[in-house]
């Protein structure tokens, strides 16, 4: 199967630009990860007064469709859209009543160390060039103890499994920013990177983080006769479409 994209991007940076791109990642993940956050906020949990205010980042903020989502579990908290995408933000505007520019690398983020309580990083990590220098920015901007909860697509998730040994290139995975070769999908979305349930783990705490908990996510684009089985996955996170990791700063 080879789906054509919009246009021909002349970089990375014109890819994500083009607004026919999608920056949603689907209602059940942003509320899963929306409710394992506010968990982590309770105050029996973080040792602050109930009604305690915290400032939450969405880094990559994206549309903002997704923070719109997860703000009704956070009501109390400053919600804080950051993407450097222009266009982005943009629309995002209409959702979060707060959205500025940033980037993970260059100048950084617009905001001193230690400001945040808490970093959303959804469907973000899959799209970097260097996503160490991504975590350590995150890690900087983070107060000690802070929440970092990310979302990827999962290498591993059941079909891809089951794809490989067929010889076909996994779900989520993409040889060209130009078309989809040789798996099945229609939509190019610009990942880089991959991971497993496992390497995910290894790689956010060699950042230094500790792990705190991977759960699963269902994937809104699974054909609808099998969103049951990708429901029932999402006990078993190394198998689940989405990972969800919550960890904290050390």
Not at 3 to 8: D, G, K, Q
Not at 82 to 89: G, N, P, R
Not at 142 to 154: D, F, K, Q, Y
Request: a positive charge; proline letters at 8%.
């Amino acid at each position: 199967m080879t789906t054509t994209a919009p246009s021909p991007p002349k970089d990375l940076r014109d890819f994500y630009e083009n607004p026919s791109v999608p920056v949603a990642s689907g209602t059940p993940r942003s509320l899963r990860q929306a409710r394992m956050l506010a968990e982590a906020l309770e105050p029996a949990g973080e040792g602050q007064a109930a009604g305690t205010p915290r400032t939450i980042l969405d880094i990559g903020c994206g549309d903002g469709t997704a923070a719109a989502t997860a703000a009704p579990l956070l009501r109390g908290h400053r919600l804080i859209g950051v993407d450097w995408s222009q266009d982005a933000l943009k629309r995002a505007r209409a959702h979060v009543p707060h959205a500025v520019r940033g980037e993970l690398t260059g100048g950084g983020l617009p905001f001193r160390a230690g400001s945040a309580d808490a970093v959303l990083f959804s469907e973000v990590v899959e799209h970097l060039v260097d996503p160490d220098s991504a975590l350590d920015e995150i890690r900087r901007v983070l107060r000690p103890g802070g929440h970092l909860m990310l979302s990827t697509p999962n290498l591993a998730a059941w079909y891809n499994r089951a794809l490989l040994l067929a010889g076909v290139q996994p779900v989520f995975s993409e040889v060209s920013l130009r078309a989809i070769h040789g798996r099945p999908g229609t939509e190019v979305v610009g990942h880089l990177r991959l991971y497993t349930a496992r390497a995910l783990r290894e790689f956010v705490t060699a950042s230094g983080f500790d792990v705190v908990r991977v759960a699963g996510a269902p994937f809104h684009g699974v054909p609808r006769p099998l969103r049951p089985l990708d429901r029932l996955a999402c006990a078993r996170p190394a198998l689940a479409s989405i990972l969800l990791l919550h960890a904290r700063k050390t």
